[in-house]
């Protein structure tokens, strides 16, 4: 597909979502171990779950599970008795829960504000949800085969809603590579100038309040979305056209 058409695409995916998967919502609780997640990138239920995860500033553990694959989703069955996408894991309260509306009510009671969903904005999540996975259909659906396992899992910087860290999303889903996704939605104002040098020009006393936005602030040196950490090489990468190639070269 044509770049421009393909970012156009994720784009629109972003904008179909409604503004979900952006923001960091309140003064949040962090649990002492990551939570795991079983997902599938192009999967709307996942979708849901994922775009909390950013509102609620948490991070997890994100195994692919796209059909087809062979890596995690017998992973999945062994664990809950059956193949349904998504499943959280919380080794924090022991917890093991299928259903998106029911992980949703769960992350907020548990490390959130406690707020539940009403039946309609549960039914307006899921519809837009439904219509952003739509646009990006193949992309993030199918195996396109397990790539090597890397010794350490990579991170991934990113927010649910960045259409440039989706595609790095999506082939790590095709490929079945594990990772730990740090969510860094945006907190502040200054947070949604999206791009550095015009940060820097307009704001040169930027200072980030998210905790991952400073871990890239200080450590990587720009608060950029994607950042792909790879602890195996000592490789930080930012664009996603070339961390898609290094890792289709290091790991595909």
């Not at 979708?47 to 692919?64: F, K, Q, W």
Request: proline content about 7%; overall charge positive; some cysteine.
């Amino acid at each position: 597909m044509n770049r421009g058409l393909d970012i156009g695409l994720s784009l629109v995916a972003s904008l179909a979502a409604g503004g979900r998967g952006v923001k960091v919502t309140g003064d949040l609780k962090q649990p002492a171990q990551l939570l795991a997640l079983y997902d599938i990138e192009n999967c709307p239920y996942c979708r849901i779950v994922r775009e909390a995860l950013t509102a609620l500033d948490l991070d997890a553990e994100i195994y692919p599970c796209p059909k087809g694959g062979t890596r995690h989703r017998q992973l999945v069955q062994k664990r809950g008795g059956k193949s349904q996408f998504p499943l959280l894991v919380d080794p924090n309260t022991k917890t093991q829960l299928y259903e998106s509306a029911d992980i949703v009510n769960y992350l907020s009671a548990t490390y959130g504000d406690g707020r539940r969903r009403g039946p309609l904005r549960r039914a307006l999540t899921t519809a837009s949800a439904h219509g952003a996975s739509a646009l990006r259909l193949p992309r993030g659906a199918r195996s396109a085969g397990a790539a090597t396992l890397p010794t350490q899992m990579l991170e991934l910087y990113s927010f649910e809603a960045s259409p440039f860290a989706r595609f790095v999303r999506e082939y790590l889903c095709e490929r079945e590579i594990p990772y730990i996704l740090r969510n860094c939605g945006r907190r502040q104002g200054l947070d949604w100038l999206p791009i550095p040098p015009l940060r820097a020009r307009l704001a040169p006393g930027y200072a980030p309040v998210q905790r991952n936005r400073q871990f890239l602030s200080e450590v990587a040196g720009k608060v950029q979305v994607p950042c792909l950490v790879d602890p195996n090489t000592g490789v930080t990468l930012f664009e996603s056209a070339d961390i898609v190639a290094y890792l289709d070269r290091r790991y595909g």
